[in-house]
């Protein structure tokens, strides 16, 4: 059984720039969240997909925006990047029913200059 | 709503003391609660969960917390600490239903002294 996969591990982006990062979700699993976790912060919740359909967003603009592909793989896009999306940003697969129990990927850790 | 606080953003023990850390929540339904650890650049790791069974909970690698629905809190405890229990620690709430985001705490960061 594999689990979360993200990448790329490591990007650093110039300040109005457009970011695309990518997760791949534990097999079997439907449902993909991501959070933001800025330095010295616990992660923060952006949205969450659900059969290719968002399915809850936290307080986040809509420059970030997010795709969930039939094989439930996913995609976080930021556009207009600002020195405040400096982050490490997560990537967390589970099951739709269940204990809501979410894996989470390594990270990638996104540096705006 | 929900909400999580940690108290005590970093907590400092001797190897084989007690390791105890605090965790309040606020919810406006019977929440389900997580552990998670974080060590240095990697992703977070889940040590346990409650999800209305059983109120003591055992996790991984000789944690455990207790849910207190009374003091609203699910602190983690472990009996002795080991070198590499040393990590960052998140507590999270989830309200399940038609909302399973995960709402974090600000995390405490656990140091081991030899």
């Known amino acids: 059984e594999t689990g979360v996969t993200q990448s790329p591990t490591h990007l650093i982006k110039t300040r109005g720039q457009q970011v695309t990062l990518r997760c791949s979700s534990q097999s079997g699993h439907n449902t993909v969240s991501w959070y933001q976790q800025a330095l010295g912060q616990g992660p923060q919740f952006i949205f969450q997909y659900y059969r290719e359909e968002e399915n809850g967003r936290g307080n986040f603009p809509p420059r970030f925006s997010g795709l969930q592909f039939p094989n439930y793989s996913s995609e976080l896009n930021v556009n207009a990047l600002e020195l405040d999306d400096s982050a490490l940003y997560l990537c967390a697969s589970s099951l739709r029913q269940g204990t809501y129990e979410q894996y989470f990927g390594p990270g990638t850790r996104l540096t705006v200059t | 709503a929900q909400s999580v606080t940690q108290l005590g953003s970093h907590v400092s023990v001797s190897e084989g003391a007690l390791v105890l850390l605090r965790c309040n929540y606020s919810?406006?339904?019977?929440?389900?609660l997580f552990w998670y650890v974080q060590y240095p650049n990697q992703g977070l790791q889940l040590l346990l969960k409650y999800t209305s069974a059983a109120t003591l909970v055992k996790g991984i690698n000789g944690f455990e917390a207790e849910f207190k629905k009374s003091e609203t809190s699910f602190h983690l405890t472990k009996p002795s600490a080991h070198m590499s229990d040393a990590a960052e620690y998140f507590c999270?709430?989830?309200?399940?239903?038609?909302?399973?985001?995960?709402?974090f705490g600000k995390g405490t960061l656990l140091t081991v002294n030899p």
């Open positions: 919810s406006s339904v019977p929440p389900y």
């Open positions: 999270a709430v989830s309200q399940g239903g038609s909302n399973y985001k995960l709402t």
